[in-house]
């Protein structure tokens, strides 16, 4: 049976770690791409972000402003901007705002396979 409606904000609030993808693991007709959904509580900070190996990943940010560390770079990400994550890369995530923000990861394959 293929789920069409999926119900990802209630699944991420749900989640220990604050976070929940959607995709082949869960629906096996998809074939290259997941979605997830995440949230920083107010000042929190540390949170990594990492595609796994072989895949790259965009956060959009949907409210506040998030400080992310990449490389050598702190890179500040506001309300409704994307940030792209390359393969191989990982960046940590601050809260830099009074509420709970939320993004969504949106992430493919770099080169097709299957898990």
Do not use: W
């Amino acid at each position: 049976m293929i789920i069409l409606v999926f119900k990802l904000k209630e699944k991420c609030h749900e989640a220990r770690d604050k976070e929940f993808f959607y995709g082949a693991k869960i629906n096996k007709a998809i074939k290259d791409v997941y979605l997830g959904l995440g949230y920083l509580e107010p000042g929190e900070s540390g949170r990594k972000a990492r595609p796994g190996r072989g895949h790259e990943e965009l956060l959009y940010l949907i409210n506040g402003q998030v400080q992310i560390d990449y490389k050598d770079e702190q890179i500040i990400l506001n309300e409704g901007e994307v940030f792209f994550i390359p393969d191989g890369s990982k960046v940590n995530l601050k809260n830099m705002k009074e509420d709970r923000c939320y993004f969504i990861i949106a992430g493919g394959h770099t080169k097709h396979h299957s898990h």
